[in-house]
């Protein structure tokens, strides 16, 4: 017989010795399943004086008895249910992810990381901005209008990625984002003409953009609720790095290199970024491996995975527990396979979501919120030129404070947004389970998540119209570097608290939730970058930043009404997904009836 599969750390059984302790069998990847950080699971309602106690072992438990009557501890029935509950508390409900503390921030660092290229390559292109005009021989405008194009490129790609990586799995979306992407930079870097740069520019965001949508994806798949924040604030830190650093390595680069060797720099990133990528990364997607527990398929697993599988397979010397396992695993892939329905990805997707009440009013505060941001930082390379007659390298140095303020808004919302949940969770009466996560139809995480989100708000609004007359009356540099950081801080953290938010609202869907997200604020930002610059050379710096931080100020009675209603609609779009699964299953029950009959 050929060798089979290695087991896998939810579908192995335990076996029980003569002594009645529990010897647990070589697992797929320990860290997984336990280690220091997150220790197995006892039961409460078995302990005494603090000490698990075993059962007394039951007759029916030999590998003899082929038929055993079923009892209430008995896993259920579907091949995935059977792989994720393996593990349970009193509670019933299976972990949230099997992945242990290291294993979710070593997969959180690694979307962050592919995340941070698409505000890199947005921001890495501003202190050129100037140098790529007069060689091209085009106007600020013309200029601006390939920020425009990039804008809306990178609100519609994500509705094809999220799509994607919701049906097909993170890792294969995952590259093909960055084969895209590493294309786009080696053409941009070989072009000469602004009809090479914009369209190239256009196929460039398309390749980076998807990956901030597919970040947020991984943390739904790997964290609950009540860590969520933490996880998400992570996840957002190397996309809030980019408007740090890549001003100033753009400045660098097109000063002593030329602005062609941004693309060549960019390009170079992203190939050293697959080599860990491909080797270690995991795929999270849980239509594809479930909580963790379900083996991807192998054209889907990394080499790390599929080494460690091999050597494992090898360590396990009973043939009868191998094949039971890998029988189960082949279920359990069919079934997650067959729940998939692979097919084209549907762009129209994102505009479902888009039209549910809650979410398309946070989408489109959110999506005010960015064009406010993008305002500020599309202007600086123009006004800091005419206020202060700076170069290429001193115009990508003043963006450094601006990125700090983004950096430290994703480290610093995360743990307030947590805490906020906690807090609430306790008002309401309900347990925190970071491990399984929590019901959320009579959760008001309206509120737990918004309830942050205030004060950034107003401070933001706040310094952007002092940012405006700070302009105006040409104040010293530390003025707007200042304010520079202070908006980075407040509009970021409150823009990250939005987008956490949505992902809670859809966590079925979360990079197909991010898409909308992305969908709305690009196309709203590039139409603000679009008239940026008229609105500021017509009304003049102040009144042009105080128009902006008024609309900002208008339009938050949208987040009122969400978190009072919010709760409610969310309850009214359950029922009716709810209704319409038992329709479909209903409609398949029928139709498989009536090719039995036939």
Not at 452 to 459: F, H, I, Q, R, S
């Amino acid at each position: 017989m050929s060798s089979p599969l290695p087991s896998h750390p939810r579908d192995v059984p335990e076996i029980r010795e003569k002594d009645e302790k529990i010897i647990p069998r070589p697992s797929f990847e320990d860290d997984r399943t336990s280690g220091k950080d997150e220790p197995m699971p006892i039961d409460e309602t078995q302990t005494i004086s603090g000490k698990p106690q075993i059962p007394p072992a039951d007759p029916q438990d030999s590998p003899n008895n082929k038929d055993p009557p079923p009892n209430d501890g008995d896993p259920p029935a579907s091949a995935v249910a059977d792989l994720e509950a393996a593990r349970r508390t009193s509670t019933g409900r299976p972990v949230h992810s099997v992945f242990s503390k290291r294993q979710k921030q070593y997969i959180v660092f690694m979307a962050s990381w592919a995340g941070f290229f698409s505000p890199l390559s947005a921001n890495i292109y501003f202190p050129a901005l100037n140098t790529l005009a007069a060689e091209l021989r085009v106007s600020s405008e013309m200029i601006n209008l390939t920020l425009t194009s990039y804008m809306i490129f990178q609100g519609l790609a994500p509705t094809v990625f999220g799509d994607l990586a919701d049906m097909a799995g993170r890792r294969p979306t995952y590259l093909l984002c960055f084969l895209i992407y590493i294309a786009a930079n080696i053409g941009l870097a070989l072009q000469s003409n602004y009809a090479a740069l914009l369209v190239l520019r256009c196929l460039q965001s398309s390749g980076s953009s998807g990956t901030v949508a597919l970040a947020n994806g991984v943390v739904a798949d790997v964290a609950s609720s009540s860590e969520r924040g933490t996880y998400m604030g992570y996840a957002m830190a190397g996309p809030m790095v980019g408007p740090a650093i890549g001003p100033v390595l753009g400045g660098v680069l097109a000063q002593f290199l030329g602005w062609k060797a941004i693309f060549w720099f960019l390009a170079i990133m992203a190939a050293v970024f697959l080599v860990p990528f491909l080797l270690s990364f995991p795929e999270t997607g849980r239509n594809v491996v479930g909580n963790g527990s379900v083996p991807p398929p192998r054209w889907d697993t990394s080499l790390l995975s599929y080494l460690k599988t091999r050597h494992l397979a090898h360590d396990d010397d009973d043939p009868l527990t191998r094949t039971r396992s890998r029988s189960d695993a082949l279920a359990a892939q069919a079934a997650l396979s067959a729940a998939r329905h692979l097919r084209f990805p549907n762009p129209l997707k994102t505009i479902h979501i888009i039209l549910e009440k809650d979410v398309g009013l946070i989408l489109l505060y959110n999506a005010l919120v960015y064009t406010a941001f993008y305002d500020v930082i599309s202007t600086i390379p123009l006004i800091f030129a005419q206020l202060y007659n700076f170069n290429d390298l001193q115009i990508g140095l003043c963006f450094i404070p601006f990125g700090i303020g983004c950096s430290l808004a994703s480290l610093v919302t995360g743990p307030l947004i947590d805490r906020n949940y906690r807090r609430v969770a306790a008002a309401a009466g309900i347990a925190i389970d970071r491990r399984r996560g929590e019901d959320m139809r009579g959760f008001p995480i309206e509120r737990a998540r918004l309830q942050v989100a205030w004060p950034l708000l107003g401070v933001g609004a706040a310094c952007m119209a002092c940012y405006g007359w700070v302009l105006q009356r040409e104040a010293p540099l530390a003025a707007p570097l200042v304010l520079h950081f202070l908006m980075g801080l407040a509009l970021t953290g409150a823009f990250n608290i939005m987008s956490i938010l949505l992902v809670d609202l859809y966590p079925s869907s979360p990079a197909t939730a991010t898409a909308a997200n992305n969908l709305c604020r690009c196309l709203m930002g590039a139409a603000g970058t679009g008239v940026v610059v008229q609105m500021v050379e017509g009304m003049g710096r102040g009144w042009c930043f105080t128009f902006v931080a008024g609309v900002v100020v208008v339009g938050s009675p949208m987040l009122w009404v969400v978190q009072r209603r919010g709760m409610g609609w969310r309850e009214e779009r359950r029922v009716r997904v709810e209704r319409r699964e038992k329709e479909k299953e209903g409609e398949r029950e029928r139709r498989g009836r009536g090719e039995g009959m036939g």
